[in-house]
């Protein structure tokens, strides 16, 4: 068969799409378990780190199962509805322009680490390239934060990419989503510096301002919503406290 | 009859590795030697990536190279390559998940690295499968060994680590006030090191010095 021929060429050239096709889609299905595994192992390893506990991927299935106790999800209103909060992927969610507010699902997770317990929210926006997500862990009042990590997928080197290094993330430690007089106020990264003494701003990041400014969105927008949520637990614990203090007092004048 | 590693066969090997190296001589496939050079352990596993594919794509070539048409030989060749680089990053993805995460689109663009392809069209396409794969190997280990010394700089001076281990001494320097380079990070500092290395090279061998 003439090697210059049309026929030969096309036959020659379907074949080779063939087999290379086949060949690639094998491999692709058969390590497919092999991929999902590793991002749910990536996903455990975030949440964790949120509440400084950092793990190899090799520990990461035991030891989110050993610190989660709780997985909630709820809706836009904060109330709780069904759905498994693991499975829910907040960065597809917001990037997602087709669905609304009301249809979004918001998961945390609850998690007891030396008795104490946490609730991980986490979170997605916008930097300046690319996406930016992380998970903030809240302590037991709702409102001071534990700690936060965040990442990004494109986020310029040294500038905006630093929003995931220790500098950024430990001085979230202690802030208050709420003001004193328990109005939601998130935390803002602000640009030139937090003020002295301001429980809910933190730092921002010289020449990455809007990076800085994505992730002070990000975290109103999320934490606002959770704080519909938040509010309703709080009042609860509220009564709860009165209720036995006042037994307390009781028991007291029984004696 | 011609011996397994004659002369011929260790100039195949030695000539990419020194004066006729892909990235300092021929200067191609430097995008991905500025990119992915901040740490030494990914220059390593960009290297293995690229000799996996390099032998693989030369060797497959050379063995198709006399029924490839002559029309769509180069859409044959970039055929074979994406196809390999598909396969590194699905392999990556599933065993080296966190280097998959750092090394991201650069393996993808291993496809785009003009070595590869410089060596499937000037040499495997007219040359034996042994005698291509050692030519690919060569090159291969040519443009590894340029990643890795970058890399080695890149990260010593830039992160104060190596392999993302710290360095026993440098506690007592940062003590002593001595700070890494963050420029050492960034994308030009690649460019000029190896500016240096290709500046070492050519005062060592004058010949390689262009006379305008």
């Known amino acids: 068969m003439d090697k210059e021929s049309n026929l030969y060429t096309f036959t020659f050239a379907i074949l080779m799409v063939l087999i290379v096709g086949t060949a690639l889609a094998l491999t692709s299905e058969l390590l497919q378990p092999k991929k999902k595994q590793n991002a749910a192992d990536k996903k455990m390893i975030d949440i964790l780190s949120a509440i400084g506990v950092n793990v190899s991927r090799s520990e990461a299935e035991s030891m989110f199962n050993k610190y989660i106790t709780d997985q909630t999800v709820i809706n836009n209103d904060g109330q709780i509805v069904d759905g498994t909060a693991f499975d829910i992927d907040v960065l597809f969610q917001h990037r997602d322009k087709t669905l609304t507010d009301e249809e979004k699902k918001y998961p945390f997770f609850t998690a007891m680490k030396d008795n104490q317990k946490y609730i991980i929210v986490p979170m997605a926006g916008n930097g300046l390239w690319g996406p930016v997500w992380g998970f903030v862990a809240l302590e037991d009042d709702y409102e001071t934060i534990h700690g936060a990590a965040f990442d990004h997928k494109a986020e310029t080197p040294g500038l905006g990419a630093e929003i995931n290094t220790d500098f950024f993330e430990l001085p979230f430690k202690g802030k208050k989503i709420r003001n004193n007089d328990g109005e939601f106020v998130s935390i803002e990264v602000k640009k030139g510096g937090a003020e002295e003494g301001n429980m809910s701003q933190v730092d921002g990041i010289t020449g990455g301002t809007i990076t800085s400014d994505g992730v002070s969105d990000m975290l109103y927008n999320t934490l606002k919503i959770y704080n519909n949520y938040f509010s309703s637990v709080t009042i609860q614990n509220d009564s709860t406290t009165i209720t036995s203090y006042n037994n307390i007092k009781e028991n007291e004048i029984l004696f | ?212």
Request: net charge neutral; proline share 3%.
């Open chain 2, 1 to 212: 009859m011609k011996s397994f590693f004659n002369k011929q066969h260790q100039k195949l090997i030695a000539d990419p590795l020194g004066d006729q190296n892909p990235i300092t001589i021929q200067v191609l496939g430097i995008c991905s030697a500025l990119a992915i050079t901040t740490q030494l352990e990914n220059a390593l596993v960009m290297t293995l990536a690229v000799i996996f594919v390099m032998t693989s794509a030369s060797s497959i070539i050379s063995l198709l190279r006399n029924h490839v048409p002559n029309r769509i030989r180069i859409i044959v060749q970039l055929l074979v390559v994406a196809s390999l680089v598909a396969l590194v990053d699905q392999i990556l993805k599933a065993f080296l998940p966190d280097a998959s995460e750092q090394l991201s689109v650069f393996i993808g663009l291993i496809i785009t690295n003009c070595i590869i392809m410089g060596r499937l069209e000037a040499f495997a396409m007219g040359n034996k499968l042994y005698e291509s794969f050692l030519d690919a190997l060569g090159n291969a280990f040519g443009y590894g060994w340029i990643l890795v010394a970058v890399a080695f700089v890149r990260e010593l001076f830039g992160s104060g680590k190596l392999m993302g281990y710290d360095i026993p001494g440098f506690s007592y320097l940062y003590q002593m006030g001595y700070m890494n380079n963050n420029l050492m990070i960034l994308p030009p500092m690649a460019l000029v090191v190896v500016g240096v290395i290709i500046w070492i090279q050519r005062s060592r061998n004058t010949d390689l010095v262009e006379e305008n």
